[in-house]
T-cell receptor, first 115, second 116 residues
Framework: NAGVMQNPRHLVRRRGQEARLRCSPM?????VYWYRQLPEEGLKFMVY????????ESGMPKERFSAEFPKEGPSILRIQQVVRGDSAAYFC?????????????FGQGTRLTVV | AQSVTQLGSHVSVSEGALVLLRCNYS??????LFWYVQYPNQGLQLLLK??????LVKGINGFEAEFKKSETSFHLTKPSAHMSDAAEYFC??????????????FGTGTRLQVTL
C-alpha cells in the first residue's frame, strides 16, 4: 500500500506565477489535510477536505490560496500570484476516518521556493 | 482554542543518554495528543499517540510518553539515545470535538542532536 504521495517534491516559481501542489492520499483514505511549514516553525493547519467538499478552511489565507479534492484524482493546493512569503514546505496528510484517534499519514511534502 | 508548547528548540544528548523532550498542552476538552518525528527533507512519521486509554504510551523506536493531566504535559522520553534518533520532533494536539477530525495543532518542534 503506497503512502501519501505528493508531487512535485521541489517547486521553484517566480513571483507572480501560479503554484499547483498535488496530493494523492493513501488507498482507501477519503480525508485530506494540508499543512504549511515555514522555516524554523512547526506545521500550521490550512485546510481539511473530503471528496468534493471543503470541510474546514480556517487556516487558509483569504486570498490567492485555494484547495480542491475532486471525485477522481488527487487533491490540489493552488497558490496564485506567489510571493516570497509563500516559500515553505507544504505537507499533505490523509486518514481513512473522521475520528481523530485515527492516525493521519503524512506525505514527504512539496518544498516551494519563490524567487 | 488548543495549543502546544515545546520547551527547548534544540536538545543535545550523548549517545546512550536519556532523551527527554518536553511538551505542554492547553485544551478545553480532553485532548488527543501525538508525537511525530521528522527526518531531514522527509515527511512526518507518527511516534506515538494518546487517546484517553493508558496514560503511559509506548511508541516506535523505543520512545514513550506519559500523559499527566495535572501538569498538562505529554513529555517524550527514551532511555538510551541512538545516533539515528537525531531529527526534529513535534508534539501535536487534535481537536475532534468541533467535527474537524484530525486537525492537528503542532508545537514549534525540538531538534534533537545526538553526539558521540
Amino acid at each position: 500500500n503506497a503512502g501519501v504521495m505528493q508531487n512535485p517534491r521541489h517547486l521553484v516559481r517566480r513571483r507572480g506565477q501560479e503554484a499547483r501542489l498535488r496530493c494523492s492520499p493513501m488507498k482507501g483514505h477519503s480525508h485530506v489535510y494540508w499543512y504549511r511549514q515555514l522555516p524554523e516553525e512547526g506545521l500550521k493547519f490550512m485546510v481539511y477536505l473530503q471528496k468534493e467538499n471543503i470541510i474546514d478552511e480556517s487556516g487558509m489565507p483569504k486570498e490567492r490560496f485555494s484547495a480542491e479534492f475532486p471525485k477522481e484524482g488527487p487533491s490540489i493546493l493552488r497558490i496564485q500570484q506567489v510571493v516570497r512569503g509563500d516559500s515553505a514546505a507544504y505537507f499533505c496528510a490523509s486518514s481513512p476516518r473522521r475520528r481523530s484517534t485515527t492516525e493521519a499519514f503524512f506525505g514527504q511534502g512539496t518544498r516551494l521556493t519563490v524567487v | 482554542a488548543q495549543s502546544v508548547t515545546q520547551l527547548g528548540s534544540h536538545v543535545s544528548v550523548s549517545e546512550g543518554a536519556l532523551v527527554l523532550l518536553r511538551c505542554n498542552y492547553s485544551s478545553s476538552v480532553p485532548p488527543y495528543l501525538f508525537w511525530y518525528v521528522q527526518y531531514p527533507n522527509q515527511g512526518l512519521q507518527l511516534l506515538l499517540k494518546y487517546t484517553s486509554a493508558a496514560t503511559l504510551v509506548k511508541g516506535i523506536n523505543g520512545f514513550e510518553a506519559e500523559f499527566k493531566k495535572s501538569e498538562t504535559s505529554f513529555h517524550l522520553t527514551k532511555p538510551s539515545a541512538h545516533m539515528s534518533d537525531a531529527a526534529e520532533y513535534f508534539c501535536a494536539v487534535s481537536d475532534d470535538w468541533g467535527g474537524t477530525a484530525s486537525k492537528l495543532t503542532f508545537g514549534t518542534g525540538t531538534r534533537l542532536q545526538v553526539t558521540l
